[in-house]
């Protein structure tokens, strides 16, 4: 049986000989800086897809998830914009360049179609179609959840240039996506990618791998500078030091968007818990934080709101900024930072 090209391919030739050269790649995969287990001992895969399986209490929302309709090919905002799609998926404005993150429009994030939960009702006003002429496309990890092989062959003839960890390109340029337009970054890496717009490359602690087979290809954060702003993009990642380290070097940081959602006790090192996304905020010396990676899929056992509910309850007690946008509502750094607790609306 034919393997469907939605599980993209592994990294060979000149790719891979430039992988095992890469300081972080040791024992026939990349390692994450801080010793990390995919599972705490004793949570079997059996018991994990057992409780996943599960009926469990408000895990998706049964009300209408709401949303923006923003013109996303409007003329230039005079500052920085963000717009996001749900889960990890948002269009940064930069004057009149366009860098699209993580896009994902399909019902499932699966290399199926008809396979995996489905998206909230609601959460899909965007298409790829909506999507204006894409200047930089960064992909942080080759995770379903983050790169989607439908929204890709959609989306490609748009892109101008990609950017992503080392060894993801394998499945792009599988995919169409000639070498060319692929840019792959080690951990340190660094590139001025448009006008004044300097794309960095910083650790994550997570893992990687659309099949059985992991830790082929890097996971990264994105440290995202102009002569005036820095916005942070981190992808996936468990809490560790480099927050820390990261704010240190590349902070104070204009606006952070930090994964809050699809965590569990039973993975707790690569995925915060919320009361560490607000924690890794101000480790990163954040002004705003813009919690993602939550409200659109469900991909772990807690309440669909509780990430948000839990996030901004802690980022109160540390006096942090949150803003919390609906789907497609304008955050504009600097000026504004939409803050409604809209989900209470949607809980009843």
Not at 51 to 60: C, H, L, N, S
Not at 224 to 253: C, H, N, V
Request: hydrophobic content about 40%; aromatic content about 12%; some cysteine.
């Amino acid at each position: 049986m034919t393997k469907p090209k939605s599980f993209g391919a592994l990294p060979a030739g000149a790719r891979l000989e430039r992988i095992e050269q890469s300081p972080n790649y040791k024992n026939e995969g990349f390692q994450n800086l801080e010793s990390t287990d995919m599972r705490i001992q004793g949570a079997s895969y059996f018991t994990l897809m057992r409780k996943f399986f599960a009926k469990g209490v408000d895990r998706e929302p049964v009300k209408l998830i709401p949303s923006v309709k923003t013109d996303l090919r409007a003329p230039a905002p005079e500052l920085p914009c963000i717009i996001w799609f749900g889960h990890s998926s948002y269009l940064i404005t930069i004057g009149d360049k366009k860098i699209l993150i993580d896009p994902v429009f399909s019902e499932r994030t699966s290399p199926f179609r008809s396979i995996g939960k489905k998206a909230y009702v609601g959460t899909l006003p965007y298409t790829a179609d909506d999507m204006p002429e894409i200047d930089a496309l960064i992909i942080t990890h080759d995770h379903y959840d983050h790169l989607d092989y439908d929204t890709i062959i959609k989306l490609k003839s748009k892109v101008k240039k990609v950017y992503t960890s080392l060894g993801v390109g394998s499945h792009l340029e599988f995919w169409g996506i000639t070498a060319d337009k692929i840019t792959e970054f080690d951990w340190g890496q660094h590139e001025t990618i448009l006008p004044d717009i300097e794309l960095i490359a910083t650790p994550a602690r997570h893992f990687s791998g659309r099949g059985l087979i992991r830790n082929k290809t890097l996971w990264s954060s994105f440290v995202l500078r102009t002569s005036t702003q820095r916005i942070f993009i981190g992808g996936d990642s468990g809490y560790d030091a480099s927050f820390k380290k990261i704010g240190e070097e590349f902070g104070p940081f204009d606006l952070v968007l930090l994964e809050c959602g699809q965590y569990d006790p039973m993975w707790p090192f690569i995925h915060m818990m919320p009361e560490q996304t607000a924690q890794a905020a101000v480790d990163l010396k954040a002004k705003v934080l813009l919690p993602v990676h939550w409200g659109k899929y469900t991909l772990s056992l807690h309440r669909w709101y509780d990430p948000i509910q839990r996030v901004t309850r802690r980022a109160a007690e540390l006096n942090l900024s949150v803003t919390t946008p609906m789907i497609g509502e304008k955050v504009e750094i600097g000026k504004t930072y939409p803050a409604s607790t809209w989900w209470n609306a949607v809980i009843g």
